[in-house]
Nanobody, 121 residues
């Protein structure tokens, strides 16, 4: 079992940056692919980005490509989402998740509790 805890969310002005962290428990984090998702009020959960277990491969949806960067440090059992050029429409609760599946879309096996990101105009 893997427990995930996100941090780094907060309030930022449009155009600003935040870096989210996803701390994983256990020694098996390095064997899982990782993804970031978000859910805005009244909207469905949205997939944003994913990274392979080794960190060698990444994939982004178009809405965040070029602005967000997913990364991981397996030695620290931690994943990251660097978010630049933030827009008000990026306001949401952000979740990290891990998957054993080699498929980018999952299924994702374990989820964090989420961290709120609010972008003001």
């Amino acid at each position: 079992q893997v427990q995930l805890v996100e941090s780094g969310g907060g309030l930022v002005q449009a155009g600003g940056s935040l870096r989210l962290s996803c701390a994983a428990s256990g020694r098996t984090f390095s064997t899982y692919g990782m993804g970031w998702f978000r859910q805005a009020p009244g909207k469905e959960r949205e997939f944003l980005a994913t990274i392979s277990w080794s960190g060698s491969s990444t994939y982004y949806v178009d809405s965040v490509k070029g602005r967000f960067t997913i990364s991981r440090d397996n030695a620290k059992n931690t994943g990251y989402l660097q978010m630049n050029s933030l827009k008000t429409e990026d306001t949401a609760v952000y979740y990290c998740a891990v998957r054993k599946s080699l498929n980018w879309v999952g299924p994702y096996d374990y989820w964090g509790q989420g961290t709120q990101v609010t972008v003001s105009s």
